[in-house]
């Protein structure tokens, strides 16, 4: 069992940064992959970007792909996002998710325990 929260969202403007953390309780947290994903209104939930257990492997989808950077202390349960050159369809409420599957994976229902989100959202 993996109990996630998130933290660090917020109002920003265009080109602006935020820094999103996830802390995980429990023991294993370095047994799984962490990604995050984000949900704009009307929206389906989209990857944004994973990095694997022990944090050498990242990926990103293409829309955020330079800009933000994912990363995790697995000493301290956590995993980052740093959101740099924000831009207004960045907005949406942002998740942290942890995957059992060593496999890479955008798919959210491969993903089995999920923080509560946070909103980021970015004025133009």
């Known amino acids: 069992q993996v109990q996630l929260v998130v933290s660090g969202g917020g109002l920003v403007q265009a080109r602006g940064s935020l820094r999103l953390s996830c802390a995980a309780s429990?023991?294993?947290?370095?047994?799984?992959?962490m990604g995050w994903f984000r949900q704009a209104p009307g929206q389906e939930r989209e990857f944004v970007s994973r990095?694997?257990?022990?944090?050498?492997?990242?990926y990103y989808a293409d829309s955020v792909k330079g800009r933000f950077t994912i990363s995790r202390d697995n000493a301290k349960n956590t995993v980052n996002l740093q959101m740099n050159s924000l831009r207004p369809e960045d907005t949406a409420v942002y998740y942290c998710?942890?995957?059992?599957?060593?496999?890479?994976?955008?798919?959210?229902?491969?993903?089995?325990?999920w923080g509560q989100g946070t909103q980021v959202t970015v004025s133009s």
């Open positions: 998710a942890a995957s059992s599957r060593a496999y890479y994976t955008r798919v959210p229902a491969e993903y089995e325990y």
């Open positions: 429990g023991r294993t947290f370095s047994s799984y992959a």
């Open positions: 990095i694997s257990r022990s944090g050498p492997t990242t």
